[in-house]
């Protein structure tokens, strides 16, 4: 197999298998990262390590675009318990403050060890002498150290794309030092935010008392000597010119138009996107907006909600549940106060490609963000980026990623039922002036902080590595 400089190893591959009338297909997928990485993988002689999202699929590396793909096999059983389960129902749980119970179960880390070695495998094959490899995410936190040990030579980067929890969380986890050794195979540990580096250099500390001194935690060595691995915050962004382009098109803005006439033209559109999933704080949104409807606070025909719910990880059952009691309250709520001609929540369980999304954002005067934890929260920056007219609101969580650099933002804690019915009165009546002011400061901070300082910035640090590595290698 042709090797690579620089592969990209993450549960997914960048591309979807489309099936069509003259066969089977890939498609780039429109995931943030893959946006993150398109300009990067065009430049260098790169690889992507994947699984290719759907059970038991077969494939053979090829090239796409000008990347080389290397499907990881993945069979139903590997999904059950490795990504179902150990992924995203131990893990994730467990690192978005425990919003619902983490299940500990030993088969499924078993399956977790077994496939971080075949992603970890396939990706020693794949890179060239002195590669840089850059790992992303949870549901790979064993391969840095796998790696490591497989190929010495490699410089290994790490991203964690969501929330590291509190070392009283963290040390819930059964199997808590292998975690955090196979993490600490990377020479660059990338997290959203300043308070997950901090969180996981502490938890390094409880478990093997290493020392950590700014972003450096020194790791002893079998020889007696030691090396530096840097855990450290990069938060991650938006393709900002890209979303600000679509904002531009004229289609697009006729677009929003047609869906503010089709909502029955009410005074204020509010808007949520998300993923369903229960870190969001769907629940509690609905909860506040029912209530203000309750109180007679806003009026159905003044106000509508569009909440769009992307279906997600739909065979775990905190899942399934959650969508449960979310179209039973949208059910209850819409039963009660729509009329004839106008809803109260327009709920929409599906996905959109990008362009109807901008079109959402343009017609929306207020976005709500009001997830109960999250990583970070991109819909939050690609609403910001759209408002080409300095106008709308950001109602924004404070225990979201983003409210670290969109101080701007109306910011609210979500537990709070009242305080957030109060936040969302108060965005609704915003005058234009206030709006202006805070989605200025809003723009400025997510259009010069975009996707590319933030591959950037990464890629830079691992640069740093590698050069480190080559010099220790000269002496
Ligand atoms: C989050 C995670 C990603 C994941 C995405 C979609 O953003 O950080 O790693 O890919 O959710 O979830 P899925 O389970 O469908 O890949």
Same mark, same amino acid.
């Given at each position: 197999?042709?090797?690579?400089?620089?592969?990209?190893?993450?549960?997914?591959?960048?591309?979807?298998?489309?099936?069509?009338?003259?066969?089977?297909?890939?498609?780039?997928?429109?995931?943030?990262?893959v946006?993150?990485?398109?300009?990067?993988?065009?430049?260098?002689?790169?690889?992507?390590?994947?699984?290719p999202?759907r059970?038991?699929?077969?494939?053979?590396?090829?090239?796409f675009?000008?990347?080389?793909?290397?499907?990881?096999?993945?069979?139903s059983?590997?999904?059950?318990?490795?990504?179902?389960?150990?992924?995203?129902?131990?893990?994730?749980?467990?690192?978005?403050?425990?919003?619902?119970?983490?299940r500990?179960?030993?088969?499924?880390?078993?399956?977790?060890?077994?496939?971080?070695?075949?992603?970890?495998?396939?990706?020693?094959?794949?890179?060239?002498?002195?590669?840089?490899?850059?790992?992303?995410?949870?549901?790979?936190?064993?391969?840095?150290?796998? /790696?490591?040990?497989? $190929?010495? *030579?490699? @410089?290994? &980067?790490?991203? +964690?794309?969501?929330?590291?929890?509190?070392?009283? %969380?963290?040390?819930?986890l059964?199997?808590?030092?292998?975690?955090?050794?196979?993490?600490?195979?990377?020479?660059?540990?990338?997290?959203?935010?300043?308070?997950?580096?901090?969180?996981?250099?502490?938890?390094?500390?409880?478990?093997?008392?290493?020392?950590?001194?700014?972003?450096?935690?020194?790791?002893?060595l079998?020889?007696?000597?030691?090396?530096?691995?840097?855990a450290?915050?990069?938060?991650?962004?938006?393709?900002?010119?890209?979303?600000?382009?679509l904002?531009?098109?004229?289609?697009?803005?006729?677009?929003?138009?047609?869906?503010?006439?089709?909502?029955?033209?009410?005074?204020?559109?509010? /808007?949520?996107?998300? $993923?369903? *999933?229960? @870190?969001? &704080?769907?629940? +509690?949104?609905?909860?506040?907006?029912?209530?203000? %409807?309750?109180?007679?606070r806003?009026?159905?025909?003044?106000?509508?909600l569009?909440?769009?719910?992307?279906?997600?990880?739909e065979?775990?059952?905190?899942?399934?549940?959650?969508?449960?009691?979310?179209?039973?309250?949208v059910?209850?709520?819409?039963?009660?106060?729509?009329?004839?001609?106008?809803?109260?929540?327009?709920?929409?369980?599906?996905?959109?490609?990008?362009e109807?999304?901008?079109?959402?954002?343009?017609?929306?005067?207020?976005?709500?963000?009001?997830?109960?934890?999250?990583?970070?929260?991109?819909?939050?920056?690609?609403?910001?980026?759209?408002?080409?007219?300095?106008?709308?609101?950001?109602?924004?969580?404070?225990?979201?990623?983003?409210?670290d650099?969109?101080?701007?933002?109306?910011?609210?804690?979500?537990?709070?039922?009242?305080?957030?019915?109060?936040?969302?009165?108060?965005?609704?009546?915003?005058?234009?002036?206030?709006?202006?002011?805070?989605?200025r400061?809003?723009?400025?901070?997510?259009?010069?902080?975009?996707?590319?300082r933030?591959?950037?910035?990464?890629?830079?640090?691992?640069?740093?590595?590698?050069?480190?590595?080559?010099?220790?290698?000269?002496?």
């Amino acid at each position: 197999m042709t090797t690579a400089d620089f592969v990209v190893v993450a549960n997914r591959l960048p591309v979807d298998r489309v099936t069509g009338p003259g066969g089977d297909s890939w498609r780039r997928s429109p995931g943030g990262l893959v946006t993150a990485l398109e300009q990067v993988m065009k430049k260098v002689d790169g690889a992507w390590v994947g699984w290719p999202g759907r059970a038991d699929l077969d494939v053979e590396p090829f090239d796409f675009d000008g990347t080389l793909l290397v499907p990881v096999k993945l069979s139903s059983d590997d999904l059950e318990n490795y990504y179902e389960g150990f992924s995203n129902d131990t893990i994730w749980p467990l690192y978005h403050d425990v919003i619902a119970a983490p299940r500990y179960r030993r088969v499924w880390w078993d399956s977790y060890v077994r496939v971080n070695r075949r992603f970890a495998e396939a990706a020693a094959a794949a890179a060239a002498d002195g590669a840089t490899v850059w790992v992303q995410d949870y549901q790979l936190q064993l391969v840095p150290r796998m /790696l490591r040990e497989l $190929r010495p *030579d490699l @410089t290994i &980067g790490y991203f +964690h794309h969501i929330p590291f929890p509190a070392y009283g %969380l963290y040390s819930q986890l059964p199997w808590r030092r292998q975690v955090i050794d196979g993490l600490l195979g990377a020479d660059v540990i990338g997290f959203q935010r300043v308070a997950d580096a901090g969180n996981f250099a502490r938890a390094v500390r409880r478990i093997h008392h290493y020392t950590t001194k700014a972003s450096g935690i020194t790791i002893p060595l079998q020889d007696g000597g030691h090396r530096i691995a840097l855990a450290k915050a990069f938060p991650i962004s938006i393709d900002a010119d890209g979303y600000i382009e679509l904002a531009e098109r004229p289609d697009i803005q006729a677009r929003a138009a047609e869906i503010r006439e089709s909502l029955g033209n009410p005074k204020k559109i509010l /808007l949520g996107v998300d $993923r369903l *999933d229960y @870190t969001k &704080g769907i629940r +509690h949104r609905m909860k506040a907006f029912g209530e203000l %409807l309750e109180d007679g606070r806003v009026e159905v025909g003044d106000v509508t909600l569009v909440q769009v719910a992307s279906p997600s990880r739909e065979r775990v059952q905190a899942y399934a549940q959650l969508r449960d009691e979310i179209e039973l309250t949208v059910g209850r709520i819409n039963g009660q106060f729509d009329t004839m001609t106008n809803t109260a929540i327009r709920y929409l369980h599906q996905s959109y490609p990008r362009e109807e999304m901008v079109a959402l954002f343009l017609a929306a005067d207020v976005m709500l963000v009001t997830a109960l934890r999250d990583g970070m929260n991109l819909v939050a920056k690609e609403y910001v980026a759209t408002r080409l007219d300095n106008r709308g609101v950001l109602v924004l969580s404070e225990f979201a990623g983003a409210a670290d650099e969109l101080a701007s933002a109306v910011r609210i804690n979500p537990h709070d039922i009242d305080g957030m019915k109060d936040a969302i009165v108060r965005a609704i009546d915003m005058p234009a002036a206030e709006q202006g002011r805070r989605m200025r400061a809003l723009r400025r901070k997510v259009l010069e902080n975009d996707v590319a300082r933030w591959t950037r910035d990464n890629l830079d640090a691992l640069d740093v590595a590698r050069q480190a590595k080559l010099r220790e290698q000269a002496s």
